[in-house]
């Protein structure tokens, strides 16, 4: 009696850890910690915010094609999170569902077993009461204190039998689970991921090629922010190379507003986001403010405590050009509200490198400057009559610069010069300042997007721009 008693113990044990962890893990398993897992579950589809987004074109009375195009940055389209958590879940219920059928085969032989030790039970006390007087004074005794022993034994397979009750119900739960998910993933989409990702890439390439043809427009909107990255000080900048080819993604990375040196290098935006895969360029000479920018390889800033534009090439790590600006301020002569020696800030737009600024003969005026990218010569200046310390931030897009209100919180795209007509407007664009202190703002024209450090924080906004284009028969 005594191995079927251990084998029993074992059987009993086993079933009990196995129960116990199937219905203490398996909710937390699955994110549904009291839920019912017979009822429905459903997932909410993503928002706008967290894509690109397309809006549909209108034609106007006299027949002109009217079209609003908002562009992102093509480098933070990312994988849906949703979906790939999804079909990890489901794989996880499937293993477990499996697991539970072999667990179950296996319950089944056991609770045979356990059942037929059951009825040898019952059949030895039956014996034991019939055989009261036939039986020897020491064998009795014997045998009753073997039964003594067993009799602790009905009230473990009363609870056996009610622990495989329990996986059979657990079973049925997670069948249910397993239809409830297969329900959400034909609400998210009939197709696969891949091929879903296949479909947007294209589109999106599509998307940029249109954007493209479409040319310059007028900005009329900004989105809301998709924050990147929370790294470094409060103040600083990170940007792109605006002239690179679609396959370049490196982000630069310049920490502080001035005195610095030190320029990170990140192969793509997801080590920037990650941190990793970077080299280290120490410029020969400390920069000022943070309006600086990368165009066709080199980047162009503000020598610290003067008024020098330096061009500084990152595969040569050297200086290729730097000149002197005429008359424009620098030390926090004319910074942008916010101060952080913001004198000079330089910008790259479809047209070309700008620089913006301001000099005494301008009464502190923004100044916008033309300017080649291989001499740094200024080509052509503009006198915009807007005073500068009132700016909080600027940025040039087709040729016409835009100039927000504040740094702070609830600032707004306020103004407009138009280099092309030297006129100027005023305008009331919302721009969401999240973390409420920009201290650098810049456009790319590859990307369409905002760069912006905000409070610590790296930002992008994407644009839109109006466009009113003509059809083939109009003049």
């Given at each position: 009696?005594?191995?079927?008693?251990?084998?029993?113990?074992?059987?009993?044990?086993?079933?009990?850890?196995?129960?116990?962890?199937?219905?203490?893990?398996?909710?937390?398993?699955?994110?549904?910690?009291?839920?019912?897992l017979a009822s429905p579950v459903h997932l909410p589809l993503l928002s706008p915010e967290e894509g690109w987004q397309l809006y549909t074109?209108?034609?106007?009375?006299d027949g002109k094609c009217i079209c609003t195009a908002v562009i992102p940055a093509q480098s933070t389209c990312s994988r849906d999170g949703r979906s790939r958590e999804l079909r990890q879940l489901m794989e996880k219920?499937?293993?477990?569902?499996?697991s539970m059928e072999v667990l179950e085969l296996r319950t089944y032989r056991d609770l045979q077993y356990v059942r037929s030790m059951e009825t040898l039970m019952r059949s030895l006390d039956a014996r034991l009461r019939a055989a009261d007087g036939s039986l020897s004074?020491?064998?009795?005794?014997?045998?009753?204190?073997?039964?003594?022993?067993?009799?602790?034994?009905?009230?473990?397979?009363?609870?056996?039998?009610?622990?495989?009750?329990?996986?059979?119900?657990?079973?049925?739960?997670?069948r249910n689970l397993s239809s409830s998910l297969a329900a959400i993933q034909e609400e998210m989409g009939a197709y696969g991921y891949e091929d879903l990702q296949q479909r947007v890439m294209a589109l999106e390439a599509r998307l940029h090629a249109c954007a493209q043809k479409l040319g310059c427009g007028k900005l009329t909107g900004v989105s809301n922010p998709i924050t990147i990255r929370a790294m470094g000080s409060r103040f600083g900048s990170w940007m792109t190379d605006t002239m690179a080819p679609s396959a370049d993604s490196r982000v630069w990375y310049m920490d502080g507003y001035y005195k610095g040196r030190r320029v990170l290098e990140f192969r793509t935006l997801g080590d920037f986001i990650k941190g990793q895969n970077f080299i280290q360029h120490l410029l020969p000479q400390p920069w000022a403010g943070t309006g600086h920018v990368v165009y066709n390889g080199s980047l162009f800033y503000n020598k610290y405590q003067s008024n020098v534009v330096v061009k500084y090439h990152f595969r040569s790590r050297s200086v290729l050009v730097q000149r002197s600006l005429p008359g424009?301020?620098?030390?926090?002569?004319?910074?942008?509200?916010?101060?952080?020696?913001?004198?000079?800030?330089?910008?790259?737009?479809?047209?070309g490198l700008w620089a913006v600024y301001t000099t005494n003969q301008n009464a502190g005026n923004i100044v916008v400057s033309r300017l080649d990218p291989h001499t740094l010569?200024?080509?052509r200046s503009w006198d915009t009559g807007?005073?500068?310390?009132?700016?909080?931030?600027?940025?040039?897009?087709?040729?016409?610069?835009?100039?927000?209100?504040?740094?702070?919180?609830g600032a707004k795209v306020y103004f407009a010069y138009f280099t092309n007509t030297s006129s100027y407007e005023y305008t009331d664009v919302p721009f969401h300042n999240q973390y409420s202190h920009i201290s650098m703002l810049d456009y790319?024209?590859?990307?369409?997007?905002l760069y912006t450090w905000n409070n610590g924080h790296q930002v992008l906004y994407n644009v839109t721009l109006f466009h009113v284009i003509s059809t083939a028969g109009d003049p």
């Open positions: 009696m005594s191995v079927p008693l251990l084998k029993i113990g074992a059987v009993l044990s086993t079933m009990a850890m196995v129960t116990n962890w199937m219905s203490q893990t398996l909710p937390s398993l699955v994110g549904l910690n009291g839920t019912q074109s209108a034609q106007a009375p219920v499937q293993n477990v569902s499996q004074t020491k064998s009795f005794q014997e045998l009753k204190d073997r039964m003594s022993e067993l009799l602790p034994l009905s009230s473990v397979l009363e609870q056996y039998k009610a622990d495989t009750r329990t996986i059979v119900r657990l079973r049925e739960e997670v424009a301020g620098y030390n926090n002569t004319f910074p942008y509200s916010w101060g952080g020696f913001s004198d000079m800030d330089f910008m790259v737009d479809e047209s010569e200024v080509v807007y005073p500068k310390r009132s700016a909080g931030e600027a940025f040039m897009i087709c040729g016409v610069l835009y100039v927000t209100n504040s740094h702070l919180a790319n024209p590859r990307e369409r997007a």
